[in-house]
Structures are given as C-alpha cells and as structure tokens.
C-alpha cells in the first residue's frame, strides 16, 4: 500500500471534521472519494500532503504513511513530502508566467536551471499530458491565455516536472464542459500506469468511469471503501446505496 491511514481524525477547533478514518490506498491506481458537500472529502485529500497545516486550529490524531513514513513524524521533510504527493485544484491555477516558465517554475525551486535540462522537463512533461505539440510553437506566450481544459493539463504537467509518486486530484473538472472533463478523465486514466492518483468529486459518473476502488464519506466518516464494481452495483452499507441511488446529496 502506498498511502495508509489509521484511526485518523481531525478537528478544526472544537469541530470534527474526520472521523477514525482507516483506509488503505493501491499503487497505480485511481481512488476515488465519493460523498455529499461537506462530508470531509476534501478534507481527507488535504491531509495526505499535510494542507491542512496551513488552517489555523487544525489537530489531527492517528496515522498516515506513505511510502511507509510517518508523514505527521517531526523528522518528516514536508518539502519533500509535497514534492512526492501534488495537488490538482477545482479551478486550474496557472501562474501569470509563460507555459515554459509555469512547468519550470518547480524544477528551479529544486535548483535545476540548466537550459537544455529545463527544455527536457518540459518537453516531457507537455508530452505526458499531450500538450507538447500543440504548444511547442508557443511556449512564450501566457499560460492564461490557454482553455480552461488546456490550463488543467497544464497545472498536471507542472507537477508532474518535479517528479511526483502521489497526484491529488480535488474536483479537478468541475469548472469544465463534458468534453473537456472526457480528456481529462482519459488522460487520468493514462497517468495511471505511472502514478497513484487519488480523485475526490461530486459527480458519481465520473467515479464509476474512472476509479479502480472508491471510498464513499458522510458526515466526515468512511461508510465504506471496496473496489468500484462493488460499490456501485453492490454496497455493504445501506447508506451508500441510498447515496448512489439518489435518495440524498
């Protein structure tokens, strides 16, 4: 297992958020998180590259390993640890910067500034996500200036410049139109045979399309987690099958 949790809980402030959460989370595959608004979906993606440190208030008990390493250990490097686990957001965020200069931006973090270096990384991480020759001509111009769907790849590709393990992916089509969100999902679907991808998302499609195993979450507990096919045509709670079925969310 790639990412474990165990008895994992969180509160913002008096507020808890997750509930003893024990889940266990395949190589190379996609997770997904199912659950109505406010279930702690989010939440729970967040703590896997220790976002929510950045919330004032937040305690977190139990444990996460990735890799086998306490991420919550004080010798935990959480530079590297975000450098291994990135985050895909709802609405794509590309930084004011060229295209060149956004999927290079992580590299020189990581002190990489050789010329010909750079050209590779962002060759090939254009190439992963199948922007390269489309854009090759234009890496000058303004990553603002692309489709909403073309700045998603690209936010994918920017990560994937720093060579991760792990993406986190929260909502990462909802700000986008049916076609644009079917070549995201195929391009999840070829990033799969390289990374571990972990989807949150609201739409139960999506998940059923994609995902090889999906948890669903109420009220900031795990109801259940089993492979997709069981979830779907199958769950052992009834809870789930209310959700899938429409009954509520």
Same mark, same amino acid.
């Given at each position: 297992?790639?990412?474990?949790?165990s008895?994992?809980?969180?509160?913002?402030?008096? @507020? &808890?958020?997750?509930?003893?959460?024990? $889940? *266990? %989370?395949?190589? +190379?595959?996609?997770? #997904?998180?199912?659950g109505? =608004?406010?279930?702690?979906?989010?939440?729970?993606l967040?703590?896997?590259?220790?976002?929510?440190?950045?919330?004032?208030?937040?305690?977190?008990?139990?444990?996460v390993l990735?890799?086998g390493?306490?991420?919550?250990?004080?010798?935990?490097?959480?530079?590297?640890?975000?450098k291994?686990v990135?985050?895909? @957001? &709802?609405?794509?965020?590309?930084?004011? $910067? *060229? %295209?060149?200069? +956004?999927?290079?931006? #992580?590299?020189?973090?990581? =002190?990489?500034?050789?010329?010909?270096t750079?050209r590779?990384?962002v060759?090939?991480?254009?190439?992963?996500?199948?922007?390269?020759?489309?854009?090759k001509?234009?890496?000058?111009?303004?990553?603002?200036?692309?489709?909403a769907?073309?700045?998603q790849?690209?936010?994918?590709?920017?990560l994937?410049?720093?060579?991760?393990?792990?993406?986190?992916?929260?909502?990462?089509?909802?700000?986008?139109d049916?076609?644009a969100?079917g070549?995201?999902?195929?391009?999840?679907?070829?990033l799969?045979?390289?990374?571990?991808?972990?989807?949150?998302?609201?739409?139960?499609?999506?998940?059923?399309?994609?995902?090889?195993?999906?948890?669903?979450m109420?009220?900031?507990?795990?109801i259940?987690f089993?492979?997709?096919?069981?979830?779907?045509?199958n769950?052992?709670d009834?809870?789930?099958?209310?959700?899938?079925?429409?009954?509520?969310?």
């Amino acid at each position: 297992m790639i990412v474990e949790a165990s008895n994992l809980n969180l509160y913002y402030g008096s @507020f &808890q958020g997750l509930k003893n959460i024990n $889940l *266990s %989370i395949k190589e +190379n595959l996609i997770t #997904g998180i199912i659950g109505p =608004s406010g279930c702690g979906k989010s939440t729970l993606l967040r703590v896997f590259n220790r976002m929510n440190d950045l919330i004032r208030g937040v305690k977190i008990t139990g444990g996460v390993l990735i890799d086998g390493e306490d991420i919550h250990s004080p010798m935990c490097d959480l530079i590297l640890l975000r450098k291994k686990v990135g985050m895909v @957001f &709802q609405r794509p965020n590309a930084f004011p $910067l *060229s %295209i060149f200069d +956004n999927i290079a931006y #992580g590299p020189r973090i990581w =002190s990489i500034t050789d010329k010909k270096t750079l050209r590779d990384i962002v060759e090939r991480s254009l190439t992963a996500v199948d922007l390269f020759d489309v854009l090759k001509n234009r890496l000058k111009e303004s990553a603002l200036s692309l489709s909403a769907e073309k700045q998603q790849r690209l936010c994918i590709a920017r990560l994937l410049a720093v060579e991760p393990e792990i993406l986190l992916m929260d909502e990462p089509c909802s700000s986008l139109d049916p076609i644009a969100t079917g070549k995201i999902e195929e391009l999840m679907l070829e990033l799969k045979r390289k990374y571990t991808i972990i989807i949150v998302t609201h739409n139960m499609q999506q998940a059923a399309r994609i995902a090889d195993e999906v948890g669903f979450m109420l009220l900031g507990e795990l109801i259940e987690f089993n492979s997709t096919k069981k979830i779907f045509t199958n769950p052992s709670d009834k809870r789930t099958f209310d959700y899938i079925s429409g009954r509520f969310g």
